[in-house]
């Protein structure tokens, strides 16, 4: 949830000022697109991985300070639970031994969190949401991590409610719950994938992105079970939508827009998504003496708008800037390897889609969000509808049309070894057998979260994608 900032208080002056830097550089950047100031040429691609600690019996361990104090590195930060931390891969180039040298840093990077891990007395695992946290493991005295941002993150946001955080979520069962702080975004754990984009490319990658949450999120759903409660195949979805949901009740009843949201409509030009963040109301008014080319309150706002697909201007290493996508909707897990093949998966089907230009742009944009949210719901089992009018099960639409465009889209990356990752998720989908089924059918059979998560690790420590592992 982004970088550490100063102090956790801030007075009416602060945001004043935060505002009229926001401005000025707001107005860099409108220059910086009417003069396309922007990169042309290179593609990179990064992470983010998001993990849970735990103890021997699969509960949460609240140990992440003590990791990050005595063996952090630069790759290793904190996230709001202490019982959660996050991995930041290295950025790589884009060329044919790409997914390598992701795979051998996601191994080294993990390999390094296992061990510190080890060395205070927890284990590693990927969940999309932990099934072993239970109420008491949302209290914010307890298990809030000692950073001021998201001290400051949590008081802000109640100060804008006015009122409690209501988590709604109607799954096979009924999830309901109240709390007057932040701390239900803990729930969820995601991976993130970051995409640098060629400037002349950004608006059809955009799109393209958009496109790929639907086959990305029913092939990679792990989320089904939420405070013992089988809720949707991918609740994280519906959690971080209501868990920072800065809306009083007259903003909500005249339908202002959530901070968490997939996208509000089709667009013409990037510039109008850094137009949109005005329509938002700063959380973290850290004003700081520092250029406005760097964009830093810029980016520092942008960073609290919670977009499924997060449009950010960035620098290259030489200065120039760049227009690059945080992908935020697919979850963590089950294993390091099915992580990387729902990295791959992505990366071909926003390239592939991404060659079809104004067909993405043919299906009223409330229709295509209307299946998000399906997908978040049901999974494999969602019927949606495809950008060329066709419309089936969110299952035959992966396996006849997205494997295909994925497939086209790697290759067109000149990216000739895929067939592996790709496989994975074939397989996934012909089998119906997500991490979210897996969860779904030990709970049903054990009634035990942590059991379930402890066969859950003996199964993921052998790194085999999880439709290899046996049935519960």
């Known amino acids: 949830m982004g970088e550490e900032i100063s102090t956790d208080h801030f007075e009416a002056e602060d945001y004043r000022r935060f505002d009229q ?20 040429q290179t593609r990179r691609l990064g992470y983010e991985l998001e993990l849970c600690l735990l103890d021997d019996q699969g509960r949460p361990a609240p140990v992440n300070q003590q990791i990050l104090e005595r063996h952090g590195s630069p790759q290793m930060t904190y996230e709001l639970a202490r019982y959660n931390l996050e991995i930041n891969g290295h950025a790589f180039d884009v060329d044919a031994g790409v997914f390598a040298r ?14 510190a891990a080890a060395d205070e007395g927890a284990r590693v695992g990927l969940f999309g949401v932990l099934p072993s946290i239970r109420t008491e493991h949302l209290e914010r005295e307890r298990y809030m991590s000692e950073m001021y941002r998201y001290r400051l993150l949590d008081e802000r946001l109640m100060s804008m409610r006015k009122r409690p955080i209501r988590l709604d979520i109607q799954g096979c069962d009924h999830l309901r719950l109240e709390k007057r702080d932040v701390m239900l975004e803990a729930l969820g754990t995601s991976l993130q994938l970051h995409i640098q984009l060629p400037r002349d ?98 980016s520092l706002h942008n960073g609290t708008i919670w977009r499924w697909v ?18 935020r909707v697919t979850p963590s897990g089950p294993t390091r390897i099915d992580t990387l093949a729902n990295l791959v998966f992505q990366v071909g089907l926003v390239e592939g ?15 295509f969000e209307a299946d998000f949210y399906r ?98």
């Open 102 to 115: 992701i795979r051998d840093d996601l191994d080294q990077l993990y390999a390094t969190v296992e061990q």
């Open 310 to 327: 997060r449009p950010i201007l960035g620098r290259n290493d030489d200065g120039q800037y760049h227009l690059r996508m945080e992908l």
């Open 201 to 298: 490319r950004a608006v059809d990658g955009y799109h393209a992105a958009l496109w790929s949450t639907l086959p990305a999120l029913a092939a990679s759903a792990n989320s089904p079970l939420v405070l013992q409660h089988r809720c949707w195949e991918e609740s994280r979805i519906a959690i971080f939508k209501q868990a920072v949901d800065t809306r009083n009740a007259r903003e909500e009843d005249a339908h202002v827009v959530p901070r968490v949201h997939l996208a509000k409509g089709w667009i013409g030009s990037w510039l109008e998504l850094f137009e949109d963040m005005f329509y938002y109301s700063p959380i973290l008014p850290e004003v700081t003496d520092q250029p406005v080319a760097d964009l830093h309150h810029f």
């Open 375 to 472: 997908v978040a719901r049901h999974g494999l089992a969602a019927e949606i509808g495809w950008f060329d009018g066709q419309r089936g099960s969110a299952r035959e639409l992966v396996l006849e049309r997205a494997l295909p465009t994925a497939n086209e889209g790697l290759r067109r990356l000149g990216i000739e070894d895929a067939d592996d990752w790709l496989h994975i998720i074939r397989q996934r989908c012909e089998q119906r057998r997500t991490g979210a089924r897996w969860i779904d059918r030990h709970w049903t059979r054990s009634g035990d979260a942590e059991a379930l998560v402890r066969d859950y690790l003996e199964q993921a420590d052998r790194n085999r994608p999880v439709h290899h592992w046996p049935q519960p």
């Open 353 to 367: 889609l991404s060659q079809e230009g104004t067909a993405l742009t043919a299906m009223p944009y409330r229709q």
């Open 21 to 40: 830097k926001l401005h000025q550089e707001m107005d860099f950047v409108r220059d910086l697109f009417s003069e396309m100031a922007f990169d042309a």
